[in-house]
């Protein structure tokens, strides 16, 4: 989240609780069977438009043949007895959410945030964290990257197996585990000194100590390492949104550097001026939020190919809580977050579509974000791309999901609409199937 124990020992009551829920519980009542179902041989889905996610453009009565898992073919002719008729829907791919958090519930205060960290045990929060993996599901995301647990572990990595394995539906997922920061600057603050309470992160400080943390991180798990960059926000009378960085260069370098030697990618919590320049000279992957970020960085986020993902919604949500609280910053933060999307457009910047789900309540639909997208000033089909087949290349699944094609995977939603016309249509998918199996239908 915005300004956000070891692995938690799993009873095996507490995994058949997490199982029997979400086998048994139906968040919506259209959701077909359960995640162990298995793809039907073979099925056609007659799509009265398709947006691939590789062209701007709708083509009309198209017909996917689906095979096991995969799209066997995108044509014009059904195959097989077994047709779904989504001729009065636009198909797309299934969508891509960069930034989640499946094991937050919303912190929109920083007493939010406390709550569960201090009330709710890890293994509620997991089972909790399975309900918002479906949720995410329902809504349309196949695929989602979970930025950090905070507070509960390694959770998100059971999470994830489980989706895999078949013992809860879900998106795929790549996480992040726990993420990294210096000794002092991440809640959870404000306690006596004699008072010991966990943290949101896992504390590490010197380059050696990034380094080993990094190392523990993928031992356990972890498909990207994420490192928090700054803290302590405030506009300057230029209107630049300055920021005390966290870690030292030498640190950011050092965590870097072992990611991407043992070929993990790293994302950095990078929200104003001092914590987007150091992480973009450190070389990270992804600038996450990114409200300020001065032209010549984002030159450099271009010509390297260090991805933006902007998280517009969810500023505005927090925003409402953080101004109560008597910081009213971050509202002026949302008009010069504005400015700087616009600009990283310009710049050529690639964007990926994230949203910070868990940052704000999961009954809140993320598909919010894709209007906010459009509002600043990008077009209804490169935000849909920004949520397929670019947020496939950040997470470098490309060659399995973000688009529609023969051979990848059979990942694909309807809405009754044109997401062209009118890109809010995505609040409302009707039909996700994932891997050939279908979760949800009209």
């Not at 950040?394 to 094609?405: A, K, T």
Request: hydrophobic share 40%; charged share 25%.
């Amino acid at each position: 989240m915005i300004n956000r124990l070891r692995r938690p020992m799993w009873p095996v009551m507490v995994v058949c609780a997490i199982a029997l829920m979400c086998l048994s519980t139906s968040l919506g009542a259209q959701t077909t069977a359960a995640a162990t179902q298995q793809p039907q041989r073979s099925l056609s889905i007659k799509c009265g438009r398709l947006l691939d996610g590789k062209s701007d453009q709708a083509r009309t009565n198209v017909v996917l043949v689906i095979e096991g898992e995969k799209i066997k073919e995108v044509g014009s002719a059904a195959a097989g007895s077994n047709v779904i008729d989504l001729s009065r829907e636009t198909c797309l791919p299934g969508l891509i959410d960069t930034h989640t958090h499946v094991l937050l519930q919303g912190d929109i205060t920083a007493a939010d945030y406390d709550e569960q960290l201090l009330k709710q045990s890890p293994e509620y929060r997991t089972i909790l964290g399975t309900v918002n993996a479906r949720r995410a599901l329902e809504y349309g995301f196949t695929t989602i990257r979970d930025l950090e647990t905070e507070g509960a572990g390694y959770a998100d990595v059971d999470i994830r197996n489980a989706i895999d394995r078949g013992v809860i539906p879900g998106p795929r997922m790549q996480v992040a585990t726990r993420a990294l920061d210096v000794t002092g600057a991440y809640p959870l603050l404000g306690y006596a000194p004699n008072v010991q309470v966990p943290h949101g992160v896992q504390v590490v400080d010197g380059a050696d100590g990034g380094r080993k943390a990094v190392r523990e991180q993928i031992m356990y798990g972890a498909d990207w390492i994420k490192v928090y960059s700054d803290r302590s926000y405030k506009v300057r009378n230029d209107g630049v949104l300055d920021d005390i960085p966290t870690f030292t260069m030498d640190e950011l370098r050092a965590i870097v550097d072992e990611a991407h030697r043992e070929r993990h990618k790293v994302a950095s919590h990078a929200m104003a001026l001092n914590g987007v320049h150091n992480s973009v000279e450190a070389g990270v992957d992804s600038i996450e939020h990114g409200n300020y970020i001065a032209d010549a960085d984002l030159k450099t986020m271009a010509t390297r190919g260090i991805y933006y993902v902007p998280t517009i919604f969810v500023g505005e949500y927090v925003a409402q809580g953080r101004a109560a609280e008597g910081a009213p910053v971050w509202v002026k933060m949302l008009q010069i977050h504005e400015d700087t999307f616009r600009r990283a457009q310009k710049a050529g910047v690639k964007i990926a579509f994230g949203t910070d789900a868990g940052g704000f309540d999961w009954k809140v639909n993320p598909a919010k974000e894709f209007a906010y997208m459009v509002k600043w000033g990008m077009t209804p089909a490169q935000a849909i791309r920004a949520a397929t087949l670019s947020a496939a290349e950040l997470l470098g699944m490309q060659d399995r999901v973000g688009s529609i094609e023969a051979g990848k995977l059979a990942d694909v939603v309807g809405v009754a609409g044109d997401p062209l016309g009118d890109v809010t249509v995505l609040e409302k998918v009707d039909f996700v199937m994932k891997n050939g199996v279908v979760y949800k239908r009209p």
